[in-house]
């Protein structure tokens, strides 16, 4: 072969090699690309709020607990450890609020998927123990979800709890026996180390939750790195 052949094969092949660097380089951008925008956004922490959730600059400890679940079983603040924890306060005479709000975690729940279904729990607080007892938790809250957690104890201690997460209550006055209990349709966010990490604004919506759940978790993990 002669050498403008060979100059001639030589380029040739400069050329098919270029191209096909090319192909890959562009290949691995749309690889990249398409991963990242499949990938949940996690939103800033001033965008969560305007979802409605309120993210605690610092995570609070709200002390020691002593109530019972609606197994029969102490609840303490062990039980918040090792897990994501959604708490709502209300009691099983609520006419409208809390079976609404329970049934809006019930369809949360079941929208997550992976770690963030596993380790998700829901626990309805009683505003109202005195007629919230471990059985009339236990025949109301399984209803929603067999897997959602009822509590309840002495009013004191509940009153305390409710306090320490900045969820306030009160017994509507001079309507004897059957009366109502006034309290917060917020939705409080316990993290794994059983601080009180946050709170859903009322009213709830389960696209905003869902997004803003997702980012708070990321936004933990993040830090925890």
Not at 100 to 118: H, I, K, V, Y
Not at 121 to 130: F, H, I, K, R
Not at 157 to 162: L, M, P
């Amino acid at each position: 072969m002669s050498a403008a052949g060979e100059q001639a094969t030589r380029q040739s092949r400069g050329i098919r090699i270029t191209v096909l660097a090319l192909a890959v380089f562009i290949a691995l951008i749309v690889v990249v690309f398409v991963h990242r925008i499949s990938l949940p956004r996690i939103l800033s922490t001033s965008e969560m709020q305007i979802n409605g959730f309120y993210l605690l600059e610092i995570p609070r400890n709200f002390g020691e607990i002593n109530l019972v679940d609606h197994h029969g079983e102490a609840f303490t603040r062990a039980r918040f450890e090792g897990k994501w924890t959604l708490v709502f306060f209300g009691f099983t005479y609520c006419p409208d609020v809390c079976p609404t709000t329970m049934s809006f975690l019930n369809e949360l729940l079941g929208q997550l998927e992976g770690t963030e279904a596993e380790d998700t729990q829901v626990v309805m607080v009683s505003v109202d123990p005195a007629r919230d007892t471990v059985e009339q938790l236990a025949s109301y809250v399984p209803y929603f979800n067999p897997d959602f957690l009822g509590v309840t104890g002495d009013f004191l201690d509940i009153h305390r709890f409710a306090t320490g997460l900045n969820t306030p209550f009160r017994k509507v006055p001079g309507q004897g026996d059957d009366y109502q209990v006034d309290h917060s349709a917020n939705v409080v966010l316990i993290n794994p180390r059983g601080d009180y990490h946050g709170f859903f604004k009322a009213p709830l919506d389960l696209a905003k939750v869902k997004l803003t759940y997702r980012s708070a978790r990321a936004l933990w993990d993040r830090q925890q790195n």
